[in-house]
């Protein structure tokens, strides 16, 4: 399909990019008669299975057998309905289902649901495949390796197959040495794979089970409700009228569909058929129009609160809860897309672009009135608790009604609101005169849009509910929205159509139960074949190895291995979909990172190492020359996708450069952060994101001349990272002698830190090696009770201090299991390290604040030589550094 754009040149037609979304996304085959009610039936299903597991009365509801197997449930959903709706090849039939293809599809679910029609064998087994059980898992591998080709492409169906391989033939002398393994029994690999819940059905498909099908459903609702029109509207009636308005407005309006759209591809193409033809029209080329609406969707996988797949795998995998991923994501994704603001900005300033309508741009308004918005909408969400307290205390038992009539009351109110004026319809991008939204006429037409999103915030912020329960009663919500929203219109208007307002609300609600369902099925296989690899990994322990392997390729050089590990992911990107590259990349890589870091000296927090896989998993949908998004985007504008995949990627260099600074400068995390440095760092993480993209973009005030651009990425990267230059002018750690460990131990404050180098024979080659610990002081008062506390054990001889292995049970017990204690060669501390008194990392900020104060100058005095005549020019030339 992108091929006949790039052909062509001319986008295509609204039915051929509903085809292009629905192939992409939900399959591209469209059965009709009974067979199509039939796989609408099963679809609709499954989407009210996964609401009745989230439901607090799922144990009253579904039977503990099916609970317990609920895993086996939603993969046998997945895989059926990818065999339905995702043709084998490209020529077979698009309007019936083959007979083979429902053979295959009812195999794999029954072989799927195997764990349970057998689940009392399986216990009383151990887990472990007889010779019946081997042969059936080994069909559904085979079965859900063809499904994952289906949906989502060769590459993942080929790298899974290429792990399973390594599982049965490590040992062969083809393997190179340095992975070679002694390789499994057909019946061993079967039982981890397929029989426990070490493999297809592990973590990440009980996540896919427990979170994302009800994240993806509340989507689905969300966008058959209208707010993905409502967000667009008000995101031109904002933005459209300024300089590059119509990209301006496709980067909010994609952040704000971006939550409710689980697809980049489709995110792109529901607000680009509306923005990518007005970009053009200002004067955006097909190609940057469609690398904006680009850059914009694919970004909405990492803007909180609804994250992609990938952030509910990080609750399991980093093992901290859903809030703390999205506090921790928070400021990089929100800088990231400012950046992107100002991205399309400085192109539309370049180029001096015409605005659309005859409204004045106002920046200082505009910019404050959409930050007025959302500083009152996170207050609502905040402030919600105290009226949910008060009702508690007042009526405990009955709490939940109130608080339920309470907010149907409000919904209610809302929908009052909004039925003072007309519904909003979708506007024709191709009209001779583009009239814009306002703001004041349209936004109360949408509000309660808001409500189930504000219920969805609460109980994850504020009630710190899981993400399940949390979306059903957000989903909840959105199923009275559907069915009343337009009953409830027509009543407020005097109309009499309520057989047909009912009617159509029943309608919206059936489709995006089933909308729902036919979207998580990449979603879901992705999940189940990821799980090979995971298996793999921990059945062969190929991750160690790989640890090795990266750490010798990179010369312990933790900058290197962080290039290596994007690398990987980008490539991997290429053919797979972001929650797959993340589940492989992580699997092998975040623990090899951490360790890696460790050893240099540098402590990385698990979640940022997962942040960082997860940006650039995200390319996934963006680079070249495999881009879907692009290739999406590119059917849409009518340019070629190729270059529209290198520029959108060239738009995405944010998103490529953020992860490195949050690994070396986690205070942008916000971890170990209170609420003023957390303040100022999102104010200066902000502004450095902004003189980063006119340092990259090439103009700042005025074009900006190559050594300006470079000082400017320079003053980025001091205002990012403060302490690199800091520890040039004073290191953060002073050297003591080893022998002084006890007592520098000894003297540090509660809390502080004291690093040591441990050196000593590798335990399994007895190659020296080294490692750096860091020795928290505790409450224990002295040297010698600390370092008991740590369960340490030194002794001295001179200069020389030896460390004994560390006691069983105690936290440096497995971080030092690498060295060999009871060699000829002693394990012995090399360096000691205690905290230096540094000035504060923020003085960095004076030179590198004054270097831009003189950078803009002098644009400033160039801009006004170059254009001294044109005072419209030079305001808009003055509008870049808003």
Known sequence: MADN???????????????????????????????AVFLAVVALIWSLFQVLLASPVSNIVLPGDIINNSRQFHLAFA???????????????????????????????????????????????????????????????????????????????????????????????????VIRWKGASLQKAMSHMWITSEGVFGIALGVSTKFVFLFVLFGALLDKAGAGNYFIKMAFGALGHMKGGPAKAAVVGSAATGLISGSSIANVVTTGTFTIPLMKRVGFSAEKAGSVEVASSVNGQIMPPVMGAAAFLMVEYVGISYVEVITHAFIPAAISYIALVYIVHLEAVKQNMPTLGNKVANVGKTVGGMAAFFILFAAICYAVQYPVAWVTALVPEGAGWVLALLVFLAYMALVWLAAQGPDLEPDDPEAEVVELPEISEIYKSGLYYLLPIVVLVYFLMIEQKSPGLSAFWASALMFVILLTQRPLKTLFRGQNDYANAFMRGGTDLLDGLITGARNMIGIGLATAAAGVIVGTVTLTGVGQVMADLVEFLSAGNLILMLVMVGLLSLILGMGLPTTANYIVVSSLMAGVVVELGAQSGLIVPLIAVHLFVFYFGIMADVTPPVGLASFAAAAVSGGDAIRTGFIAFFYSLRTIVLPFLFIFNTDLLLIDVGWVEGLTVAVVATIAILIFTAGTMGWFLARSRLWESVALILVAFALFRPGFFMDYIEPPYRQVAPADLTAALGEAAPGEEVRIIVTGPDFDTGEPSEKTLVLPASDAEGGEARLEALGLATMADGDVVTLDEPFPGTPYFEKMSDFDFYGDEPVTVATVQVTNQQPPKELIYIPALLLLGFIAWLQRGRARKEDPADPADTTSKGEALA
């Open 5 to 35: 754009s790039k052909q062509s040149g001319t986008p295509l037609s609204e039915a051929e990019l509903q085809e292009l979304v629905s192939s992409t996304d939900a399959g591209a085959r469209n059965p009709t008669g009974t067979v």
């Open 79 to 177: 895989v059926f309905l990818a065999f339905m709706a995702y043709p084998a090849l490209k020529s077979s039939p698009r309007a019936y289902i083959p007979i083979q293809d429902w053979v295959m599809g009812i195999v794999a679910a029954f072989i799927a649901l195997y764990g349970y029609f057998f689940y009392d064998k399986i216990v009383d087994s151990g887990g472990l495949a007889d010779d019946t059980d081997k042969w059936v898992a080994l069909v559904g591998l085979i079965l859900l390796f063809e499904a994952a080709r289906r949906a989502l492409g060769p590459a993942m169906a080929i790298i899974a197959t290429i792990f399973l391989l390594y599982v049965f033939f490590g040992a062969s002398p083809w393997v190179p040495e």
